[in-house]
């Protein structure tokens, strides 16, 4: 009888872990580019604070925008959120910037940098928007 008792909450137990919740909380774990966005913010700050520090490691700079925008992408595709036009336009809006800034100097650099943090912001936060209910 004990034995019986003892399986019978074994398989409870088991059917308790692999429900829905347990799928949702792996799903959100699965995020690729939640945990990239608070580097990503701390790095802006810093830009923000001192734009002429992003023109000498643009490349750097724009790989990590491009790592998380892929991300951010790859998980609304996941949870099948599909973009909208005013997201995709302020993705574009991201990529035009910085290769505007390539061929800036001096203060439409630093205009061009401001707007750019402007629009990786703007763009992390609708990502995290449309994230948020899944």
Request: aromatic content about 2%; glycine content about 6%.
């Amino acid at each position: 009888m004990l034995t019986r008792s003892l399986a019978l909450a074994t398989l409870i137990t088991l059917a308790a872990c692999a429900g829905p919740g347990r799928d949702a909380q792996r799903g959100r774990a699965d995020m690729q580019a939640a945990p990239l966005i608070p580097a990503m913010s701390r790095h802006l700050d810093s830009v923000a604070a001192r734009p002429g520090m992003l023109q000498h490691g643009l490349s750097a700079h724009a790989e990590r925008v491009h790592d998380l925008m892929e991300a951010m992408h790859a998980d609304m595709m996941r949870i099948g959120m599909h973009s909208d036009p005013a997201y995709e336009a302020l993705a574009d809006s991201t990529v035009s910037d910085l290769k505007a800034m390539e061929q800036a100097s001096g203060a439409e650099y630093d205009r061009l940098a401001a707007l750019h943090i402007e629009h990786v912001r703007r763009l992390m936060a609708a990502y995290e928007s449309k994230i948020a209910p899944h």
